[in-house]
């Protein structure tokens, strides 16, 4: 049986990247969508309310000053375009925040590498912030999607909170696929959201040795893995998907060096198992489609932040990847 399925990843917190995905499952004609992590954004931008009634921002390095409430509308849609969370609050909010230190860093300062995951009354609202938007992206892949016969799946990535799990897990429409499996037509699909270690300290990832149990513990409920579906987060180590810059000690990414960081146990499971298909994410700006044995390897790459959506349209038959074909939006 030839199934035609729409996968896109790492579409951090857009929902002009999510309705994108949506409507290409219709616009493409397929069967079936894959949306895989990260889900969520990276940062919050606070738009303090001044005496005067008006609002000021800090957005992408710039003072941004709302008079008016469409003034205000257009910038909170424009910061959710790029995939930011924003939330409307004083000067001595903002202070108290800032009180915290690096808990606030990279929550609500724009510099994405000193991110860091702690506790905290950021990090709380952080949690907060998350979990509603994937609230109302549940209410908005129902609507759109709702009547169309087309299946979704969807899971986290290493950037999203252990928390996501179970917003994803109550969604009316789409299927929450992480470290379980599912049957895609009549392919077994597992799912796998964590990754190998980064610098950014985010909240799923884990060593090789613990990614390697993960991974067997997963491919051990499937029964054909001939037509088998690997979905991990992560890419593959020393492959075309798995290219980045290299950073400094500072964590400052070269412009012209890139180093492949993916998992060692991605790629010895896949060329132990040798599934049909692996679908990946993760490194953003590693677009590509690679064979490893049998298994034919593919991230779509991601520019959420420019309201970009990279995605890929896979045709398979029982035993085959038929065709691969990028696409950008």
């Keep these: 049986m030839v199934i035609k399925f729409f996968f896109a990843t790492d579409i951090h917190g857009s929902e002009i990247c999510l309705r994108k995905f949506l409507n290409a499952l219709r616009i493409?004609?397929?069967?079936?969508?894959?949306?895989?992590?990260?889900?969520?954004?990276?940062m919050i931008n606070p738009i303090i309310k001044q005496p005067n009634g008006s609002y000021i921002c800090n957005f992408l390095g710039q003072e941004i000053i709302a008079k008016t409430e469409e003034e205000l509308q257009a910038l909170q849609k424009r910061i959710a375009i790029t995939g930011n969370y924003y939330f409307i609050t004083t000067q001595e909010e903002v202070s108290e925040l800032m009180a915290?230190?690096?808990?606030?860093?990279?929550?609500?300062?724009?510099?994405?590498?000193?991110?860091?995951?702690?506790?905290?009354k950021t990090e709380e609202l952080f949690k907060r912030l998350v979990i509603e938007r994937l609230k109302s992206w549940d209410k908005i892949i129902e609507e759109k999607m709702k009547n169309s016969g087309i299946k979704v799946f969807i899971a986290p990535g290493n950037d999203d909170l252990l928390e996501v799990n179970e917003v994803l897990d109550n969604f009316t429409y789409a299927i929450n696929t992480d470290s379980r499996k599912v049957t895609v037509n009549d392919h077994e699909m597992i799912t796998l959201s964590w990754s190998n270690p980064t610098p950014w300290d985010t909240p799923r990832e884990c060593s090789e040795d613990e990614l390697a149990k993960k991974i067997n513990e997963l491919a051990s409920?499937?029964?054909d893995m001939e037509k088998a579906i690997f979905n991990f987060h992560v890419p593959p180590y020393g492959t075309s998907l798995d290219l980045t810059y290299k950073l400094s000690k500072d964590l400052v990414p070269s412009v012209n060096e890139m180093i492949n960081v993916g998992s060692t146990a991605v790629l010895k499971a896949i060329k132990e198992y040798q599934p049909l298909l692996g679908l990946h994410g993760h490194i953003h700006e590693s677009r590509a489609s690679q064979k490893i044995g049998r298994t034919v390897c593919v991230n779509p790459g991601s520019e959420y932040s420019e309201g970009i959506l990279r995605g890929v349209i896979?045709?398979?038959?029982?035993?085959?990847?038929?065709?691969?074909?990028?696409?950008?939006?």
């Design 100 to 120: 915290e230190g690096k808990t606030l860093t990279g929550r609500i300062d724009a510099q994405i590498r000193k991110i860091h995951l702690g506790a905290g």
């Design 221 to 223: 409920q499937i029964e």
């Design 28 to 42: 493409y004609k397929v069967n079936i969508g894959i949306l895989l992590g990260d889900l969520s954004g990276k």
């Design 314 to 329: 896979i045709t398979l038959d029982e035993t085959k990847v038929k065709n691969v074909q990028f696409t950008s939006g």
